[in-house]
């Protein structure tokens, strides 16, 4: 597929915006110091050159992974021998001989009087700590998991939900050079085992109970049945939300854990570069979730890189994205905080009383920078949310999207409630860099429909099924050089058979994402969706977010998830489900409405062949659409084999496939 035209412009960068920015900061240092050339004659505002940027950055890639170590002043304990010891993939070996913390650049240097952390949940009003504060509270509980005995290398889990005292713990953890892992307690028992037990913790966080939505949950039957299928756990402290003075027995409170390292400093344990940090786990619809690993050396540089140059996080700004401890974006936010922005935490419904709550917080709490799911804002377009009426959103300069590919409409709708003035970016990349492959730079201009640029570092490119790179073309999204931030390996994943099969079974030594991808000759990029649920019809093939964007334009039309499954005599049947408005159905012309719009806004090739009503559409609790285990349900496999539902946001959802299976 190839576009057509090129997208309207819906926000163009003022020079007082690009010439302020930490990307031409560095540009420059980098013109100066390392003769690197992105800068015209004439003013730097209006001369910079991103693309030459980039460029750069994927060629000669040890020196520009060099200079943001340079330019941000990472501190090792012992130098690094070279930038790259080996450069294949899988296998690349980042700064050789280098040992450091990332925590310890979480703190360094902070005035203990400044903000760093904003907080709300639906139990607890919105609240601050000082770096003081935090520094503090973390000190406490990495004294008190010191005395629990944890050390390097031990594996520390969470079940908590989204609060300071989690991203504490966090800090703490990292900085006695053990390895963090958390999920949400919205995570169910078998799917929270499923992901901990491959990593053997020593050491269980848990809440006892949070409140979604208005609805108390009680989470201390979980943390019972978590401690009884993890036999390695030692210790487990337990944070009372619901329940205060009602511990469990044989836990540890979380007070007692914090009193035990009352008036202790805070200590950073020197680790090697690729030292473990954290593990982050795939979606885990089908079999055992990858556990993910990254290192404190990729990650420290990763988000130096991407939150600086690509969020453009600066002193003043307040950092918002909704997220839980279960996706990768929570990693991302605290390390928001290796920059001198604050961050404001939220756990609760994002429609809870209604889809103004984040928008009440965001004005609450002064928000810079608003970070949320394509599925918000378009849930927000399609109820008629006015994210300013009544509101003080003055504070508001950039709104981020990711999740899933952001509709064009959606685009348009940021722009027709919000100031011409307003950065709207969308990201894509994911838990297994822990950051962008495509996103925001706040230099460049905003195509409604498009993801401004390539990331600095990924060599991302699009590929065909030959490995011919493709420009104006959808093809499957490839980074062809390494970068710090992939994983260091797979957890009991000793082969690394697992990660090759993974990443570089398609392309030997290229990293296939799995995504399909446009680049545009202009640098943007669009992500058409999964490159295994895209539907191949006479040699046409789309992704399925190009038939969501048509359907979901209708107004009857709320959710939908389409599959092309295979039949016995060689073709394939697209199936089109959709989740109807209140007293909407499909006796009517609704039908004639989506085969048209799909006719019309994607190809005639694609129109589906079947189209039926459900409930709800089923999501993991990600919130990422289950396209390719319902296909195999449809195709005769048991939806046990398929998905694990305590991975799922809605488990019930996948019943009515299974009985269409036979039919």
């Known amino acids: 597929m190839t576009k057509s035209s090129v997208p309207r412009v819906l926000w163009q960068p003022d020079e007082e915006r690009i010439a302020s920015s930490n990307i031409v900061a560095f540009a420059q240092w980098a013109e100066r110091n390392k003769g690197v050339r992105t800068f015209g004659e004439g003013d730097a505002a209006e001369t910079f050159d991103y693309d030459s940027l980039w460029r750069w950055s994927v060629t000669d890639i040890d020196g520009f992974w060099e200079s943001i170590w340079e330019y941000y002043g990472v501190r090792a304990e012992t130098p690094y021998e070279r930038v790259l010891g080996e450069r294949t993939m899988p296998g690349a070996e980042w700064f050789p001989g280098a040992t450091l913390n990332y925590a310890q650049h979480i703190f360094e240097g902070r005035d203990d009087d400044r903000l760093a952390i904003q907080h709300a949940t639906e139990l607890r009003a919105l609240d601050g700590w000082t770096w003081g504060q935090l520094r503090r509270r973390t000190a406490a509980i990495a004294a008190g998991l010191r005395e629990l005995g944890v050390g390097p290398g031990d594996r520390v889990v969470a079940y908590l939900p989204n609060l300071p005292e989690t991203v504490a713990a966090f800090y703490a953890t990292a900085s006695l050079g053990a390895v963090w892992s958390s999920c949400s307690p919205d995570f169910g028992v078998r799917s929270v085992i499923d992901r901990f037990a491959q990593i053997e913790p020593k050491v269980l966080l848990a809440v006892d109970g949070y409140r979604y939505g208005g609805k108390d949950f009680d989470r201390r039957p979980v943390v019972e049945e978590l401690r009884a299928a993890l036999p390695t756990v030692e210790h487990t402290v337990l944070l009372d939300q619901l329940h205060p003075g009602r511990p469990l027995e044989g836990t540890l409170s979380w007070e007692r854990l914090e009193e035990s390292g009352a008036g202790a400093e805070l200590e950073f344990t020197p680790v090697p570069f690729d030292h473990p940090l954290w593990v982050l786990y795939s979606s885990g619809t089908t079999g055992l979730p990858k556990a993910i690993v990254h290192g404190h050396g990729g990650i420290l540089l990763e988000q130096l890189k991407n939150l600086h140059l690509h969020l453009d996080a600066q002193e003043h700004d307040r950092v918002f994205w909704f997220t839980t401890t279960g996706w990768m974006m929570w ?211 789309m992704g399925t977010s190009e038939i969501y964007r048509a359907v979901l334009a209708i107004e009857d039309v709320l959710d939908a998830l389409v599959v092309d499954v295979p039949q016995p005599d060689g073709s394939s049947r697209i199936e089109l489900f959709t989740v109807l408005r209140e007293g909407a159905d499909l006796e009517g012309d609704l039908p004639k409405e989506i085969a048209r719009r799909i006719r019309t806004d994607c190809s005639p090739r694609h129109v589906p062949d079947r189209v039926r009503m459900i409930r709800s559409v089923p999501r993991t609790l990600s919130g990422k659409v289950l396209e390719v285990p319902v296909k195999r349900i449809l195709m005769g496999e048991s939806p046990e084999k398929v998905a694990s539902r305590d991975s799922l946001a809605n488990p019930e959802a996948l019943d009515y496939f299974s009985t269409l299976k036979d039919g």
Request: charged share 20%; with cysteine; net charge negative.
């Open 331 to 541: 990693n991302f936010l605290v390390s928001v905080l290796l920059t001198d922005a604050s961050i404001v935490l939220y756990d609760g419904s994002p429609a809870a009383p209604d889809l103004g709550a984040l928008w009440d917080l965001a004005a609450d709490a002064g928000v810079t920078v608003f970070g949320t799911s394509a599925g918000f804002l378009s849930s927000c377009m399609k109820e008629g949310v006015h994210p300013r009426q009544g509101r003080d959103l003055s504070a508001l300069k950039a709104i981020g999207s990711t999740g899933s590919p952001l509709s064009p409409e959606a685009f348009s709708w940021v722009y027709e409630e919000f100031d011409r003035d307003l950065w709207l970016f969308s990201t894509s990349g994911g838990t297994d860099v822990c950051s962008c492959l495509v996103g925001g730079t706040p230099t460049l201009p905003v195509h409604e429909g498009e993801i401004q640029s390539r990331a600095l570092g990924m060599a991302v490119a699009s590929w065909d099924p030959d490995g011919k790179e493709l420009v104006n073309e959808v093809g499957e999204l490839v980074v062809t050089r390494p970068a710090p931030s992939m994983p260091l390996f797979l957890w009991g994943d000793d082969s690394g058979e697992r990660l090759h099969d993974s990443y570089f079974s398609v392309y030997p030594g290229i990293w296939r994402h799995g995504d399909w991808i446009e680049i545009t000759d202009r640098g943007t990029a669009v992500i058409y969706g999964r490159s295994d649920s895209t539907i191949n019809r006479g040699g046409v093939r």
